[in-house]
T-cell receptor, first 113, second 112 residues
Framework: GAGVSQSPSNKVTEKGKDVELRCDPI?????LYWYRQSLGQGLEFLIY????????KSGLPSDRFSAERTGGSVSTLTIQRTQQEDSAVYLC???????????FGSGTQLSVL | SQKIEQNSEALNIQEGKTATLTCNYT??????LQWYRQDPGRGPVFLLL?????KEKRKERLKVTFDTTLKQSLFHITASQPADSATYLC???????????FGSGTRLLVRP
């Protein structure tokens, strides 16, 4: 596609439910990142993929968070047993390589009630 | 501890003036710095990259400086326009690290 696509754009869920957030990177981009942005805050790094492997998952806040990437393309971020503090905008970005500029999607606004 | 600091207060300037935004960091040795623009409800958009061995980079009305002694980068927008109003984020990457670490951003408001 023309840009990084994320779905859904908005997700409202109840505390304790699991959610899946999807990211479609720009075709040909081998590097993929997930970030989290809370209201009025900067971007918090979650995980980095190079191809299908994740050499840096140091930013995942707890074992309730996991991510995978298949076929060197689409990535899914899963949050299990959601908590209210998980409410934030989850941003995905891709780049040609790990040392290149990032192209961001518009994010998924997650609200946990 | 490692920190990237951007002025949390909004910068409010008159159209036509030069806007100067600051990014300070501590306990990092970045290979390069990047600057991004973020509009409400959108993801950040890349503007400029400056490497550790570069003092200054320009692109149209934008200029970035990088002082590794002061541990500071300055981002300038000359002849500012109301359309330049947005939040500007700096980000740095260290050698051999995959992470791009972001500051919390500074909001710029350009009055007509």
């Amino acid at each position: 596609g023309a840009g990084v696509s994320q779905s859904p754009s908005n997700k409202v869920t109840e505390k304790g439910k699991d959610v899946e957030l999807r990211c479609d990177p720009i075709s040909g981009h081998t590097a993929l990142y997930w970030y989290r942005q809370s209201l009025g805050q900067g971007l918090e790094f979650l995980i980095y993929f190079q191809g299908n492997s994740a050499p840096d998952k140091s930013g995942l806040p707890s074992d309730r968070f996991s991510a995978e990437r298949t076929g060197g393309s689409v990535s899914t971020l899963t949050i299990q047993r959601t908590q209210q503090e998980d409410s934030a905008v989850y941003l995905c970005a891709s780049s040609l390589g790990w040392n290149e500029k990032l192209f961001f999607g518009s994010g998924t606004q997650l609200s946990v009630l | 501890s490692q920190k990237i600091e951007q002025n949390s207060e909004a910068l409010n300037i008159q159209e036509g003036k030069t806007a100067t935004l600051t990014c300070n960091y501590t306990n990092y040795s970045p290979a390069y710095l990047q600057w991004y623009r973020q509009d409400p409800g959108r993801g950040p958009v890349f503007l400029l990259l400056i490497r550790e061995n570069e003092k200054e980079k320009r692109k149209e009305r934008l200029k970035v400086t990088f002082d590794t002694t002061l541990k500071q980068s300055l981002f300038h927008i000359t002849a500012s326009q109301p359309a330049d109003s947005a939040t500007y984020l700096c980000a740095l990457r260290m050698d051999s690290s995959y992470k791009l670490i972001f500051g919390s951003g500074t909001r710029l408001l350009v009055r007509p």
